[in-house]
């Protein structure tokens, strides 16, 4: 018994070495660049830092292409510190900000593009409420809505004039921190959390009765516009950037039925497809949301890999439709190294 006892150990400890030692990292940003009035949903990262991080990524880590790493697991041999840059929602400055750095440093990335937007005159709903209510200018007192036959009001008083001065007072305000420092980000927060839970189509009619009751034009600002057709396709030349897909309208896919699930899965696949020429086969899942149903639904669409927002290392085991990530956030190079090795740690 107590052989058999200690070959049961020796096969633990084998399988603990084979399964657990070999750890990874896939990192998710959004933007490369530096607003002039803050940044509300931490998406951003200067240039100047995320060149500080490539750098970082080229001497201690062995960047990977996503493709790379997924293949790595399923073969069983997944190298130690391999890193995957990935890039989610589609705006424009990974092309002309981030690709170049890429590119200097020799460093591969994968970018997850939400279809719907792409070439859209309109920003992101959530940069559409930043725009309208943190940046300069002057609003009506009183905002009236009614969302899903429920009724909100909301009073900006003197908060209805914001100056510039305003916004850089208040620059550093984050949407997931506790606290309003006026009634601008409370109403922001209010918000963000009921357009968050809508459907697209009714989520468009509330953007649109906000901009009417702001007297606003739905033209988005260059430094928050989404790639081009012809942008995409600039990204993928040369092969250093891939392209994948991140549904069309950005939406909570584990509130959606499953037709509709399938709907933005396979459109965001078939336009990508068409734009670039060839198969589009990563994905990456917005906020973080899907279902054993959704995973289901990628593998019938032919995509071989998706990323989720949960905050993980990558093991041997990992499977490839669960691929977790570490939000990035606006550290100099010694912060992120330090963040890297916590991270890789555990």
């Known amino acids: 018994m107590r052989i058999r006892g200690i070959g049961r150990v020796q096969q633990a400890t084998r399988w603990i070495r084979n399964n657990f030692t ?15 009035f803050g940044d509300p949903y931490l998406l951003c990262v200067t240039p100047q830092h995320f060149a500080e991080h490539l750098e970082i990524l080229r001497i201690y880590w062995r960047p990977l292409r996503l493709r790379q790493l997924v293949r790595a697991l399923r073969v069983g041999n997944l190298p130690h510190r391999a890193v995957v840059v990935t ?26 593009i939400a279809t719907g937007y792409m070439g859209c005159e309109r920003e992101f709903w959530w940069d ?32 209805a ?34 357009l968050h839970a809508l459907p697209e189509g009714e989520r468009h009619k509330i953007l649109d009765e906000l901009l009417a009751w702001a007297g606003a034009e739905t033209t988005g600002r260059p430094t928050h516009r989404t790639l081009l057709p012809d ?19 950005h939406p909570v896919l584990a509130t959606l039925p499953v037709t509709a699930q399938r709907d933005e899965i396979r459109r965001s696949k078939a336009s990508l497809e068409e734009i670039l020429g060839h198969s589009v ?49 606006d550290w100099d190079g010694d912060a992120f190294a330090r963040q890297l090795e916590a991270w890789l740690s555990g």
Not at 97 to 109: I, S
Not at 170 to 175: G, I, M, Q
Not at 179 to 188: F, I, K, S, T, V
Not at 231 to 249: C, D, F, Q, S
């Open 22 to 36: 070999s750890r990874a990292l896939i990192l998710l940003y959004h933007r490369v660049i530096e607003l002039p």
């Open 128 to 159: 559409e409420i930043e725009q309208l209510l943190l940046q300069p200018g002057t609003l009506p007192g009183t905002l009236c809505l009614n969302i899903n036959g429920n009724s909100y009001q909301w009073t900006l008083g003197e908060a």
């Open 281 to 329: 086969t990563s994905f990456s899942y917005p906020h973080g949301s899907y279902t054993p149903e959704t995973v289901a639904l990628l593998r019938e669409a032919g995509f071989t890999q998706a990323c989720s927002s949960v905050a993980d290392v990558v093991w041997q085991c990992t499977d490839g439709f669960q691929l977790p990530r570490w939000v990035v956030k």
């Open 231 to 249: 942008e995409v396709v600039h990204m993928a030349e040369g092969g250093l950037v891939e392209v994948g897909a991140h549904t069309v309208t």
């Open 161 to 194: 004039h914001y100056s510039v001065d305003d916004c850089r007072r208040h620059h550093c305000w984050k949407v997931g921190q506790k606290g309003n420092p006026g009634p601008r980000q409370h109403l922001h927060r209010a918000l963000y959390q009921l």
């Open 87 to 112: 890039f989610d929602d589609g705006y424009a400055d990974n092309l002309y900000n981030a690709k170049p750095l890429l590119e200097r440093y020799d460093t591969p990335a994968t970018t997850l």
